[in-house]
């Protein structure tokens, strides 16, 4: 996807990330319906299965973001290092 000079915001991200869940709900839920796994007629089932897919949900989005900030960290001290032996 080349979104050109388009900036994302927070806001972008968040609704992003919304559309997303949502996304996956329906996959998971859909299948796991259409192949038994999951009773649609059981509401407290849905919520359940809802709940444990934004857990793990938010446990790779934070999984991700912690692997992205150290990845930084190393190609900014590699960059700085870079930097200061140019300098001298």
Known sequence: LILGDFQM????????????????????????????WFDYRKP?????????ILLI???NCVATYIRAVTISKKINEKLSDINGEHMQ
Request: aromatic share 16%; glycine share 8%; charged share 10%.
């Open 44 to 52: 407290i089932h849905m919520i359940v299965i809802a709940a444990i």
């Open 57 to 59: 949900y938010l446990i």
């Open 9 to 36: 915001t927070k806001k972008h991200n968040y609704v992003r990330f919304a559309i997303h869940y949502v996304y996956i709900n329906i996959l998971v839920i859909g299948f796991g319906c259409l192949v038994g």
